[in-house]
């Protein structure tokens, strides 16, 4: 989806360039993969104009698995996009990982954005972890003990911050393609295959409705290992599970 507009809906934007989005989630990196991602991610090289890591980066939340993950990025030769999972939350180390991976030119969103120009087509990227919460009517509703309500204003939260990211690139930036990452699923469809008491831990259809609202083209989540590798948003945006346990190898969309 574009937006309407003569020069990125119409004669011209047929006319732009594609841009390969290359897309794999939950690499849980640690030592274990020195050596062996940087072959697996090769293939974004020489198949992509770009290369989006949707959290899950570590194995454990470490410092190190970090590093590791940042070594094996050097050998990756186009931009990459990611956001944090919450196995990288596990220490609180967060903000470290992030900087290490920044570090090696990894643009790190949390509810903020980044363009790109790919030749004639510039491309924006939001993206947030998101939060567990469920999807649709049962979606976890903020009643009764303080406690649920604070677990339900951090996936509240994390959608807000996706709709600033989203919000600023078609507000505020020229851009002819809008691309959301998020580690948690944004709909129900991509988690199916997990056991349904799990549903509710694996993402939160309220991220759905800034996605759609801003017109985004594509969306890729990780997080739900055993789901499913594509689904829709209401709006109809595609949505790619991309988490390596599920997919087992790059995932690459053609934005065009
Ligand atoms: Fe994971
Ligand atoms: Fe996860």
């Not at 056991?195 to 969306?219: A, Q």
């Not at 990780?222 to 949505?239: E, M, N, S």
Request: proline share 5%; hydrophobic share 40%; charged share 25%.
């Amino acid at each position: 989806m574009s937006t309407g507009d003569f020069r990125q809906g119409g004669i011209l934007s047929a006319e732009r360039s594609p841009v390969r989005i290359a897309a794999y989630a939950d690499l849980h990196c640690n030592e274990e993969l020195r050596g062996r991602l940087r072959i697996e991610l090769d293939r974004a090289n020489r198949e992509a104009d770009v290369l989006v890591l949707a959290g899950d980066l570590t194995l454990n939340g470490r410092l190190d698995e970090a590093e590791v993950l940042a070594d094996e990025l050097r050998y990756v030769e186009i931009p990459v996009v990611a956001v944090l999972g919450n196995h990288d939350y596990e220490l609180n180390d967060q903000a470290c990982i992030a900087a290490e991976l920044e570090n090696v030119g990894v643009r790190m969103l949390d509810g903020d954005s980044v363009t790109l120009t790919f030749g004639d087509r510039r491309v924006g990227f939001a993206g947030v972890k998101g939060f567990c919460g469920g999807f649709g009517d049962r979606l976890i509703a903020p009643f009764g003990e303080e406690a649920l309500k604070a677990f339900v204003r951090v996936g509240q939260d994390e959608t807000s911050k996706l709709d600033a990211g989203l919000r600023q690139l078609r507000n505020g930036h020229d851009v002819d393609n809008v691309v959301a990452v998020v580690h948690y699923a944004p709909v129900r469809d991509t988690v199916v295959g997990e056991p349904p008491e799990l549903f509710p831990y694996l993402g939160n259809s309220s991220l759905s409705d800034p996605i759609d609202r801003h017109e985004t083209d594509v969306v890729f989540h990780g997080h739900a290992h055993y789901g499913t590798p594509f689904g829709r948003t209401p709006a109809g945006v595609p949505v790619y599970n991309v988490a390596r346990p599920l997919v087992r190898d790059l995932v690459v969309h053609v934005v065009r």
